[in-house]
């Protein structure tokens, strides 16, 4: 086995690693939410835990919030600032927190 292989395998494993790590951080604005909606299954809030939450369900809210059909008092404000997209990353990254 001469070095290079040795190089390119190592290479390998550093960005294979560097995927899972990457898969497990939070998509851009999704560490805003636990500001209101606590991370913590204990926490005595008024607000919903969305951690563990069906990602459908939070994307779905998501879009009723931005286009007016769920009434609300902050999240319509919140979620216009998220695109369709930004909102289904957000919800897939919540929906795999314990
Ligand atoms: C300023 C506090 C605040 C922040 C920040 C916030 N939320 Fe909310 N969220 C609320 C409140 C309050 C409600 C209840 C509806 C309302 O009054 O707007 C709510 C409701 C929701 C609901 C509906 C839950 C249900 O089943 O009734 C979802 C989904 C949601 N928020 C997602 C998010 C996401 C995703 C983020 C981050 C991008 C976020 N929220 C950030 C305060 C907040």
Not at 33 to 39: E, F, L, Q, R, V
Not at 43 to 52: D, E, M, N, T
């Amino acid at each position: 086995m001469n070095l290079l292989c040795v190089a390119a395998g190592i290479a390998a494993v550093v960005a294979w690693s560097h995927q899972v790590l990457a898969a497990s951080e939070p998509p851009p604005g999704a560490a805003s939410c636990s500001g209101c909606h606590s991370p913590e299954a204990t926490a005595a809030s008024p607000v919903v835990r969305l951690y563990g939450r069906d990602a459908g369900a939070i994307a779905t809210a998501m879009a009723g919030f931005r286009d007016g059909s769920l009434p609300a008092t902050v999240m319509a404000r919140i979620a216009k600032g998220f695109s369709d997209d930004e909102s289904r990353a957000i919800a897939a990254w919540l929906a795999a927190q314990k």
